[in-house]
């Protein structure tokens, strides 16, 4: 299995595209809107851990060709600090997978905004 470490200098278009699995260790801190466009084909396994804190403004999209996103992200916030974050994720093909969990976690006078959806395409028959 590959392992991959990204941050906010990492590039905001990421394509997974080589077969088999992949790791992705996701440790962006985006003081201002950031957002990263993810791409999974050729029936890649993609397993990708984030954490999210602080004063932070990051908009992350999965768009699932063929294969699997799996995604687990822990947002954090305490003290007075706002984190919005926008976790989306597309299915476009019969046969792919995305599982996504979010644990957010907010101490005193801390603010989430979240928001995350799914989107089946049309013409899909079937989904994992």
Same mark, same amino acid.
């Given at each position: 299995? $590959?392992?991959?470490?990204?941050? $906010?200098?990492?590039?905001? $278009?990421?394509? #997974?595209?080589?077969?088999?699995? *992949?790791?992705? #260790?996701?440790?962006?801190?985006?003081?201002?809107?950031?957002?990263?466009?993810?791409?999974? &084909?050729?029936?890649?396994?993609?397993?990708? #851990? =984030?954490?999210?804190?602080?004063? &932070?403004?990051? +908009?992350?999209? #999965?768009?699932?060709?063929? =294969? $699997? &996103?799996?995604?687990?992200?822990?947002l954090l916030a305490t003290d007075n600090e706002q984190l919005k974050a926008r976790v989306h994720s597309t299915l476009s093909d019969s046969h792919t997978v995305t599982n996504i969990h979010i644990l957010s976690l907010v101490g005193e006078s801390g603010i989430?905004?979240?928001? =995350?959806? *799914?989107?089946? +395409? &049309?013409?899909?028959?079937? *989904?994992?």
């Amino acid at each position: 299995m $590959e392992t991959i470490l990204i941050d $906010e200098k990492s590039p905001l $278009e990421l394509h #997974f595209d080589q077969g088999g699995e *992949v790791a992705v #260790f996701d440790q962006t801190q985006a003081a201002k809107l950031l957002s990263r466009k993810v791409t999974i &084909s050729n029936n890649t396994k993609l397993r990708w #851990f =984030g954490v999210i804190s602080g004063n &932070s403004d990051y +908009d992350l999209r #999965f768009h699932t060709q063929s =294969g $699997e &996103s799996i995604v687990r992200i822990l947002l954090l916030a305490t003290d007075n600090e706002q984190l919005k974050a926008r976790v989306h994720s597309t299915l476009s093909d019969s046969h792919t997978v995305t599982n996504i969990h979010i644990l957010s976690l907010v101490g005193e006078s801390g603010i989430i905004v979240l928001n =995350g959806t *799914v989107q089946i +395409d &049309s013409d899909i028959q079937k *989904v994992k």
